[in-house]
């Protein structure tokens, strides 16, 4: 239960920004990394509120996404997209009565697409198993593959969004900031009892997940080297048609997709580093670019503003933030 005093107030806030890794930071004690996926300008905007315990939001993001993430320390995380769009959890799709859950030790990655709304609730895991004792209710295995997915009715999931909504972005029902906080804890614990089903995962996943994780550590590990298609099936010890479909289903992209994407995050997290004075050139070949021209084509195209624009751009943000 909730256990502010008469004067404690909810924190709301409403960011919206234009960089992409601004977006990441702005969802306060998540440890995130967002790399764009689509091509374009970047636009994004997260509101919400923060209880003693809880934060409630809605993010919305222009772009299609792979993101990289973790919670708060002893936390839940419930994930809601505001609609049928079709965004993955660790590899796997979320229907359309699904909605997503990770505890904070629980690294997770999410690939989203573009123009995608997601409700958020953030709460600390000891208010939800108190409340479960309180009212006698089992809540599930949140350890396992599967619960990264979790089924729900269409009402339930209808309900969790408008109340979510009306916490982030409105009134609060007219409630008082206690009853607004119990209102989300039981939210939550409505959601997450053990007699909901859960989504069975096929037999490949575990192969097919593996076989992608293999690729994108020796990427890390190789940042300059030019990677090829055969290199990489060798890696894995797969066909070329076996790396395909594992890479398309985990991550909705193909490998050498990746791979440049991947780069042309970091190239791009690179130029922005504070106190950085090395040529565009040199961070570019730093990442396995070594034609300019094309570097510099393909770098537009996926974030809408050249190289150049984006250090520019960055220096404009710091002297402002000064």
Known sequence: MAQQGSNYAPQKSKVFTHDIDEQAHNLTQWQQKYDQVSDGGFFGCIEGVNYSGIHAFKEYTERALRQQCNIAPNSIWLGIPSQSQQSKINGLDVASNQFMCRTSNSDFELITPEQFDIYGLVINWHSIEYMAQLQGVTIKNLSSTQSARLSVSDSSLKTARQIINTMATGTGFGLKPESQQDMLNMLALHLLQAD???????????????????????????????????????????????????????????????????????????????????????????????????????????????????????????????
């Open 196 to 322: 909901n089903p859960q989504q069975s995962i096929a037999p490949s996943y575990k192969h097919r997940k593996a076989v992608v994780d293999k690729v994108k550590e020796y990427v890390a590990a190789n940042p300059q080297k030019t990677i090829t298609i055969t290199e990489l099936c060798e890696l894995t010890f797969v066909s070329r048609r076996t790396l395909q479909y594992s890479f398309e289903s985990i991550l909705g992209i193909n490998p050498l997709k990746f791979l440049r994407l991947t780069r042309l995050n970091s190239v791009r997290r690179a130029l922005k580093t504070v106190g950085q004075t090395k040529p565009i050139s040199v961070i570019a070949a730093n990442w396995g670019f070594w034609h300019a021209g094309q570097f510099t084509k393909d770098y537009t195209q996926l974030f809408g503003e050249n190289p150049s624009q984006t250090i520019a751009n960055n220096l404009k943000e710091a002297t402002f933030e000064y």
